[in-house]
């Protein structure tokens, strides 16, 4: 049996909510070393724990912790849409085999994840290569707003395709291996330990 689907929403946006304040600073200093074109001769960053140390000590944890905002609502969004959509899925017993059951819901979760996540993470990713010094967005909805307006609808949806393919193995692999593991776990403690 599943949770009620509000148990599901709720759970996954807590669990994205908390995972979003360790993911942004990650994120922004990935995205910062990713996109430098100065070389460390020309005063590029040498590495992740020099991005951050730099970061921090010219900008602050404002600074390091660019994009939070938008990283949350992905996340807290993205996982609430990607546990309630597997426990729905998952739930319906039919002629299928629970193993198919399982990879079936585990990549359609992750398809709805990153349906709901993809535009949000390209104006994350926008936001967190932004200049720290003089940025071109204000914030996430400025930077929702000047892409639609200079690119359009579909430049939210770049690279969208590539995403999915990795996704669908990604999840169906990742449900598996979970459902293995509480199986495993029910014979080794009993059910309901």
């Known amino acids: 049996s599943s949770p009620p689907l509000w148990a599901s929403l709720f759970a996954g946006a807590v669990g994205g909510s908390c995972m979003s304040l360790i993911a942004t600073p990650m994120e922004h ?14 005063g590029g960053y040498s590495g992740s724990v020099d ?10 944890l404002a600074g390091l912790w660019k994009g939070q905002g938008v990283t949350l609502v992905r996340d807290a969004f993205g996982f609430a849409v990607f546990f309630a959509t597997y426990d729905r899925l998952r739930m ?8 198919l059951r399982t990879l079936g819901a585990g990549s359609m979760s992750g398809i709805a994840l990153w349906t709901v996540r993809y535009p949000l993470d390209t104006v994350k990713t926008r936001l967190q290569a932004d200049s720290l010094v003089t940025p071109q967005y204000a914030g996430m909805g400025d930077c929702f707003r000047q892409t639609l307006q200079r690119e359009g609808v579909r430049t939210l949806f770049k690279g969208f395709p590539a995403c ?30």
């Open 164 to 193: 999915i393919l990795r996704t669908v193995p990604v999840n169906a692999g990742f449900f598996a291996a979970l459902e293995t593991a509480r199986q495993a776990f029910d014979v080794l403690a009993g059910p309901g330990a």
């Open 29 to 42: 200093l990935r995205i910062r070393l990713q996109t430098q074109t100065k070389t460390v001769a020309e």
């Open 92 to 99: 319906h017993e039919g002629s299928t085999s629970p193993v």
């Open 51 to 60: 991005a951050g140390i730099r970061i921090l000590k010219e900008h602050g």
